[in-house]
DNA sequence: TGAATTTGATAACAAATGTTATTGCTGTTG
DNA sequence: CAACAGCAATAACATTTGTTATCAAATTCA
């Protein structure tokens, strides 16, 4: 059952045993704060099952920023890398079965895997691919309109719209609930 | 002359000079386009003096992503290092003075930054810091208004303000230039 | 099951932003 | 110097998006 993990580190069978015992199993229900807003992030979540989303307040405001679905690592990148207060809350959508491993555990098994040219190489282009990734999200709201964003989305994560509920997904693409209920109202007009 | 390159790097003397040869130093003058849209980028360029934008054409709008000043660091990011065409271009502002490596020898050096556990970690840190960066940047568009957007970059990057034209600063910002005059004349009456 | 909560649609109105056109200023170039 | 291109400000109008409120359907939970 922890396959997805093993997979995730490519390791083979003898660093495979070393690290397995690192990682928690754990399942919580919907709605559940794993990271608050102001805590300094000392775990990473690894996603078997369900999904959650990364916000933070603003001026009272619930802002979603990310999704995160099967498979998917999640945690404060900033606060747990840098050991700063985070900016964002961490919780889930759904009920969640989730991979819990610690800092110290984590940062072991970094330092181990960058001795290896090829996982290092691996988790390099990992960064760049997330920065390639990021770059074309902030992109696409310099240059498309919010119908487009959610078309984009439809095609590309159609997960999200299929999972996730409304409003969560309007504040993602940057617009109230409302609008985002008259974009889907006309696109199915025209549709007809 | 070559100062802030060797800085960038953090080499001892030996490394320098095995390096040094592989930049070459040009001057150029305004609206210079060191790589267009639909080539693949083979060279890095850093910036000794002037300023140069990342652009990207949006069914024939000139919209513009990113500015880069003395001592940055310019190449399309996702071309060179997956040798595939740029989808922007980049074109300098005012005229430039400017260092350029090719891809050949800015992979073998960075490959023997690697060797060395602190230049690996340095750099892995900028990879992360450009990440976080990014996410900060995408969060603007969904959290701030244009006119809060634009009062952050006077604050944060006055420089961006007072030498980059304006129409070019309101397709950054996500706006059009007549909006952004808008925002400045607003205010300005304020201020009164 | 039934009450409470969450979610999504819609309408009416307000505010923000885009579009187009005009004007004047500036600097460049022949 | 004159012609010209690039840039910024402004106005009038069109369109998009936000705000607030209301209602109905779906979901959760005691």
Redesign the pocket.
């Known amino acids: 059952m922890f396959e997805q993990l093993k997979d995730r580190f490519s390791l083979n069978e003898r660093q495979w045993k070393k690290y397995v015992s690192c990682f928690k199993r754990i399942q919580v229900?919907?709605?559940t704060t794993l990271l608050k807003e102001g805590e300094i992030s000392r775990k990473v979540f690894f996603i078997e099952k369900g999904c959650a989303r990364v916000w933070f307040n603003n001026d009272g405001?619930d802002v979603t920023f990310q999704f995160f679905f099967e498979n998917d690592r999640v945690s404060s990148t900033e606060s747990f890398k840098k050991n700063i207060p985070s900016i964002v809350t961490i919780e889930t959508?759904e009920p969640c079965t989730l991979f819990i491993i610690s800092k110290n555990d984590m940062d072991r098994i970094m330092n181990d895997c960058f001795e290896i040219p090829e996982l290092r190489a691996k988790f390099i282009d990992v960064l760049y691919d997330r920065n390639i990734h990021y770059m074309k999200h902030c992109l696409s709201f310099i240059r498309d309109?919010?119908?487009q964003r959610y078309l984009n989305l439809l095609k590309e994560k159609p997960q999200i719209i299929k999972r996730?509920?409304?409003?969560?997904?309007?504040s993602y693409l940057?617009?109230?609930?409302?609008?985002?209920?008259?974009?889907?109202?006309k696109l199915?007009k025209e549709k007809k």
């Open positions: 229900p919907a709605k405001k959508i309109t919010p119908q996730i509920p409304q409003h969560y997904i309007a940057g617009i109230t609930s409302v609008h985002l209920s008259r974009i889907k109202g199915a």
